[in-house]
């Protein structure tokens, strides 16, 4: 067990023991005590969000540039399926864990019916399943045949020719290839199917076909070996490079959520337009500084050491134009697994092994690579989490247990005095109570109003960056759309070939993608950097407010306890201020809210109303060609074009409408189903540090002050009771400050 792993579990143990000292508390008031469970929630609640956290890591890259490779070599064995098609893109989180699992979480039928909509904008109008798409089910069989139909068709008609449409028409066929083997598996709702133990390596018949892994929404490999650690997740994203632009965003989902990005390469063929593309996109992500390179060395490729260094110093170069100072890690990550596994090799990849391993100089720099970013890897995990996960729970322990010490310490003060002497000292008592709660409500109303403030701002903010009139993505991706250029000319063939209307379809499917494509690098990044902007700002207005009152609270807290001069107090030297920038995960989680996905930016298609496009074209050419015959052949000759002209006019304008009826919807969706809720969140997460705070000496008494009076109170059990807590408590804290300690060496 690794020294993270040794200390979170000596944590999630220190807050349970801590709640069950907190309900030996309650036992003694018997009639319940607000602090003590707000303490108690709050050990349970550390406790959960231990066992929950997770880093994570992302493996991207281009096609073929050894993702999977990598991530099997990271876990040492053959879990992932190497040499995956791009059809689908999907995303495979693996982890360390006890069993051997592969969970695959399945779209539900609403979800591959709107996927085969948006996918059959491709078809021409006549076949389109998304017209009046409440009609069209793939579980009903004459749909099905209707889009057989149309994609023999658009087969036949050769409508298939570049990247993107036949991208579309393979995705729209694999669903209809796969219906019947997935049919059993999906459902109205979100389902999963699971393959444990023995049967694990059967998920790869499911992800390892196109035809069936359309169905799939992700993917967790659960790993029972050691890995990279508990609680860290790899993610191998598929479909980096995909020509489908929605692909992409699911990609920059899981990249906005990432702690590091590992960018994978391959020496064969170094940095490619793909790359640059996607590196581009990263960097508008604004999360570039949390990327490092991995070359995959194909040792086959390279005759020596030298022509290897050759390629990585290239490489190295190309990087640079785009990344300052890339960190690059080279190394054979097949070589590596074979070397892993090599009694489950085949003969031949056996041969391949011992061929390498005479390459005594490369073998030699890839491990020595290899050794290098492992231990990359782990200090940045390390770090990653003594800093952020593991301080602040220990931190908030660390209040709650010298806050039951001073409990204890006013129970026993308040024991050992007779009826009147608790009553004098209860009256001393309610001043200074007084006092706490003025303060309690102040820092609550500066609160409030730095909520109502931020909210404010981050509405403005919103507002501003969706505005289509300014100089914002908005403004600039409708200025796109409006100086899309249509060379006529390029038509001419088609239009005399195909026809008008195919002619048409052809262009509006080449805008369409390049639209898309535009959304997806583009606009997506921006908007990702915006909400990370807009978070920031949340964390850092709240931290800034409510910072100041941590020592604030305290010397209140110091003076109440004065009242009280023959308890025992223990006051903190070194409060932590009050913050919650560390904490913003787990409050998302815990108010169940989750970042607007980039998928969901690039709606707008559904808006599109295509046929209204094609129908203009249509009508259009009618009437230009009856007026043509009572016109001079020249121009008649200019009218498909003329025609398409206007088209192409109607078609930019349809696209525009919809981008921006979409986007409203979806500026009023990040406005009020994630920011200002995240600012409640945040403000609600704040507010509960300060109450711990306050209770931490400030215990209400007044319970046990009433009940000192009466005459049936066992004061003797109840101070044997005290002295049992207050043994316990004390060791609470030494292994407080023993963790404390040891969370320092993890950081260092
Ligand atoms: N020679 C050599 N081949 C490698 C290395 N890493 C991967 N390969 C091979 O390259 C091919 C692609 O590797 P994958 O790991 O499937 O690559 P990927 O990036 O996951 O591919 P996609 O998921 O299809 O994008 C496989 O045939 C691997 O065996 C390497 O370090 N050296
Ligand atoms: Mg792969």
Redesign the pocket.
């Known amino acids: 067990m690794s020294l993270y792993e040794t200390l979170k579990h000596q944590l999630v143990q220190l807050s349970d023991d801590t709640a069950t000292l907190l309900d030996d508390a309650e036992k003694i008031t018997e009639t319940g005590d607000e602090g003590l469970s707000r303490w108690k929630i709050t050990c349970r609640t550390i406790a959960r969000q231990m066992h929950e956290e997770t880093m994570r890591v992302a493996v991207v890259g281009a096609i073929k540039s050894g993702?999977?490779t990598l991530v099997n070599t990271l876990f040492g064995g053959d879990f992932?399926?190497?040499?995956?098609g791009v059809v689908t893109s999907i995303v495979t989180r693996v982890r360390c864990s006890e069993k051997l699992r592969a969970t695959l979480f399945l779209k539900n039928w609403a979800a591959v019916n709107e996927d085969i909509g948006q996918a059959s904008l491709l078809l021409p109008a006549q076949h389109r399943a998304d017209e009046g798409s409440a009609g069209f089910d793939l579980r009903r069989e004459p749909d099905r045949r209707i889009l057989e139909r149309a994609l023999s068709e658009l087969a036949a008609d050769q409508l298939i020719t570049n990247d993107t449409r036949s991208a579309g028409s393979v995705l729209l066929s694999s669903y209809l290839t796969g219906f019947d083997r997935v049919q059993p598996y999906i459902g109205d709702d979100d389902s999963n199917a699971v393959f444990e133990n023995g049967r694990f390596s059967q998920h790869r018949d499911f992800v390892g076909d196109d035809t069936m892994a359309v169905y799939l929404k992700d993917v967790l490999l659960e790993i029972d070996r050691p890995g990279p650690g508990e609680g860290v997740e790899i993610a191998?994203c598929?479909g980096s490079d995909s020509p489908n632009p929605l692909h992409m965003a699911m990609i920059q989902d899981y990249l906005s959520m990432a702690h590091l990005t590992v960018y994978a390469i391959s020496s064969r063929t170094g940095v490619r337009q793909a790359d640059i593309r996607f590196l581009s996109m990263i960097r508008n992500m604004g999360i570039m500084d949390s990327v490092v390179f991995v070359v995959n060395c194909d040792l086959s490729e390279h005759e020596s050491l030298d022509s290897l260094h050759e390629s990585l110093k290239r490489i190295q170069a190309d990087l640079s134009l785009i990344c300052p100072e890339p960190e690059i890690f080279s190394f054979s990550s097949l070589f590596l697994l074979m070397d892993q596994i090599e009694d489950q090799l085949s003969p031949r990849d056996r041969d391949r092994l011992s061929h390498w391993r005479r390459e005594t100089a490369m073998v030699d720099f890839c491990s020595a690579e290899w050794a290098r970013f492992q231990a990359f890897l782990d200090h940045k995990i390390r770090r990653e989490r003594s800093a952020l996960l593991l301080k602040n729970h220990l931190e908030r322990l660390e209040i709650v247990s010298s806050g039951i010490s001073n409990w204890i310490g006013f129970q026993h003060a308040l024991l050992t005095r007779d009826s009147g002497g608790a009553k004098a000292l209860a009256d001393r008592l309610h001043d200074q109570r007084g006092r706490l709660d003025r303060l309690k409500l102040t820092v609550k109303n500066t609160l409030d109003g730095a909520v109502h403030q931020v909210k404010n701002d981050m509405k403005r903010a919103v507002d501003q960056f969706f505005d289509a009139h300014g100089d914002g993505a908005v403004a600039r991706l409708i200025h796109f759309v409006h100086g899309y250029p249509v060379e006529m000319q390029r038509y001419a063939d088609s239009l005399q070939s195909a026809g008008f209307a195919r002619t048409l379809y052809l262009v509006f499917q080449e805008f369409k993608q390049v639209v898309d494509r535009h959304m997806a690098e583009s606009v997506n990044p921006e908007v990702i950097r915006f909400l990370q902007s807009q978070e920031r700002y949340l964390v850092d207005y709240l931290d800034d407010i409510a910072g100041p009152y941590g020592s604030m609270i305290d010397d209140a807290l110091a003076r109440y306890a004065g009242a009280l001069d023959d308890v025992k107090m223990t006051r903190r030297e070194d409060a932590p201020a009050l913050r919650i920038g560390s904490e913003m995960e787990a409050i998302r989680k815990m108010a169940a809210l989750s970042r607007p996905t980039a998928a969901a930016t690039m709606h707008y298609s559904a808006q599109i109303k295509t046929e209204a496009v094609m129908r203009l074209g249509f009508y259009k050419l009618v009437n230009l060609v009856r007026q043509a015959f009572k016109r001079p052949a020249e121009k008649a000759r200019q009218e498909p074009f003329l025609a398409m002209d206007a088209a192409v006019k109607r078609m930019k304008r349809e696209t525009e409408r919809s981008i921006l009826f979409h986007l409203k919807d979806h500026k009023e969706n990040i406005k009020f189903q994630y920011l200002l809720k995240l600012a409640d969140a945040a403000a609600a997460a704040l507010q509960r540090q300060m109450l711990e705070r306050f209770q931490h000496h400030g215990a209400d008494l007044s319970q046990l002050v009433q009940r000192i009076g009466e005459t049936q109170l066992d004061k003797e059990k109840i101070t044997a009771s005290l002295e049992q807590m207050e043994a316990t408590a004390g060791s609470v804290k030494t292994r407080i400050s023993d963790i404390k300690a040891k969370l320092q060496q993890l950081s260092a």
């Not at 992932?80 to 995956?84: D, M, N, P, Q, T």
Request: proline letters at 0%; charged letters at 45%.
């Open positions: 993702k999977s992932l399926k190497r040499g995956a191998d598929q």
